[in-house]
């Protein structure tokens, strides 16, 4: 069936370091992938998100790279921050179901050293 | 605007009492889901809509129930609590179908079922 895994649970970074979360899919018919951030007591919040058709996508700090070959889907951070501690999601849009779905992978944590 | 609102915060209940969990949203948005997070992991979805007086299951459809009468409301009712609901439920809305940079979420209500 569906679903979008992660190959780390946790992430320690040194503040100023560039982070980098990965995550894996299985469903090869998807439309849109996406990175949403989690803090403590918060519902998720959208980062960035990248279409099927393209490999590469940049936002302030935050790059996501699709790589459609092996399912695999990333978050590099740059300079990462106390306030990017968090847990990291990835999440894809299936074709099927009109798009009306997002499905959600198990997350990373990602801790700062100072 | 307000965005997406979720009452209660939290809430205790006993195994077969019943509950409802009320989302409103004041963005106009024709899609509204509901998920649950259990700990260490993603959130699930468990019932969407894709507007008012249109409902579907999602992944753990079992043991609730939703209903859109209006675009701004979209409440999740637990029928007979079970132990195995205990959970952190997310509600969250977006303007259409597609991507997933217009989905907001609620605060999140935090479910004990003794």
């Known amino acids: 069936g569906e679903s979008v895994g992660l190959h780390l649970p946790t992430l320690s970074v040194q503040e100023g370091d560039n982070s980098i979360i990965n995550c894996a899919y299985s469903n090869s018919a998807s439309d849109y992938f996406i990175w949403y951030k989690q803090e403590s007591g918060k519902g998720p919040q959208f980062i960035i998100d990248i279409r099927s058709n393209m490999d590469k996508r940049q936002g302030q700090r935050v790059t996501v790279l699709l790589n459609k070959t092996v399912k695999h889907l990333s978050l590099q951070i740059a300079a990462t921050q106390p306030g990017d501690s968090a847990v990291y999601f990835c999440?894809?849009?299936?074709?099927?179901?009109?798009?009306?779905?997002?499905?959600f992978g198990s997350g990373t944590r990602l801790s700062i050293r100072p | 605007n307000a965005g997406v609102t979720q009452t209660p915060k939290f809430q205790v209940l006993k195994t077969g009492q019943s509950m409802t969990l009320q989302c409103a949203q004041d963005m106009n948005h024709e899609y509204m889901s509901w998920y649950r997070q259990d700990p260490g992991m993603g959130l699930r979805l468990i019932h969407y809509?894709?507007?008012?007086?249109?409902?579907d299951q999602g992944e753990v459809p079992n043991g609730y129930n939703v209903s859109r009468s209006t675009t701004e409301d979209f409440p999740l009712r637990l029928l007979s609590a079970a132990p195995s609901q205990t959970s952190v439920y997310f509600c969250?809305?977006?303007?259409?179908?597609?991507?997933?940079?217009?989905?907001?979420f609620g605060p999140g209500t935090r479910l004990t079922v003794t």
């Open positions: 969250a809305s977006r303007e259409r179908p597609g991507t997933g940079r217009e989905q907001y």
């Open positions: 999440a894809e849009i299936p074709f099927v179901g009109g798009a009306s779905k997002i499905i």
């Open positions: 809509s894709v507007g008012a007086g249109i409902t």
